[in-house]
């Protein structure tokens, strides 16, 4: 029922471009392991053994905390429609910030959006797809527009300012580097 691949097929790629929700997991040497979801149109395979995700901002910022520690990284999708499946990409990611050439070199991947926050670029080590039978069927109605909404009210300033209050430090304390030159 479990099946471990090197790499991301064809088939495993369109898989991943049809989703609407991912969840990140990452974990510090201490403290808690944080699972997040993320949504929108957030997510590119580059090559086989490689994805770009944009990080948008959010409440807390743990997986660029954890990342700086601790650089491993799984990345899970489930499908709520068709086919049952589990997809789970592990390896390590790297964060680069809007100072960094990497996010430059990624970030016209994606549509212009106010709360872009990081790049994160993760190598792929291995892939693992199992049944996903006991997932149920959901229906998607439609993308939140909330998020976008609030981080283009906001602007670019008011963002920063945001960050420097809640995404510089994870909730266990440990730095995120988000305003660092």
Not at 8 to 19: L, S
Not at 138 to 155: I, T, V
Request: glycine share 8%; net charge negative; charged share 25%.
């Amino acid at each position: 029922m479990s099946d471990f691949k090197p790499s991301i097929t064809p088939e495993i790629e369109d898989f991943i471009k049809a989703q609407h929700i991912f969840f990140v997991g990452t974990a510090a040497s201490d403290g808690r392991i944080n699972i997040s979801p993320k949504g929108h149109d957030s997510l590119r395979v580059l090559s086989p053994n490689k994805i770009v995700w944009l990080n948008l901002t959010g409440s807390g910022n743990e997986t660029a905390a954890h990342l700086l520690q601790k650089n491993r990284m799984t990345i899970m999708f489930c499908a709520f429609e068709g086919k049952p499946l589990i997809l789970r990409l592990y390896g390590s990611a790297i964060t680069y910030h809007e100072r960094d050439a990497e996010y430059q070199e990624h970030i016209g991947l994606f549509e212009r959006n106010t709360g872009s926050r990081q790049i994160i670029v993760m190598d792929i080590e291995s892939v693992q797809t199992s049944c996903g039978y006991s997932i149920p069927f959901m229906d998607f109605k439609e993308e939140r527009g909330m998020l976008n909404s609030w981080s283009e009210k906001q602007g670019k300033a008011r963002i920063e300012n945001y960050w420097k209050e809640n995404n510089t430090q994870s909730i266990d304390g440990f730095d995120t580097k988000i305003l660092e030159d």
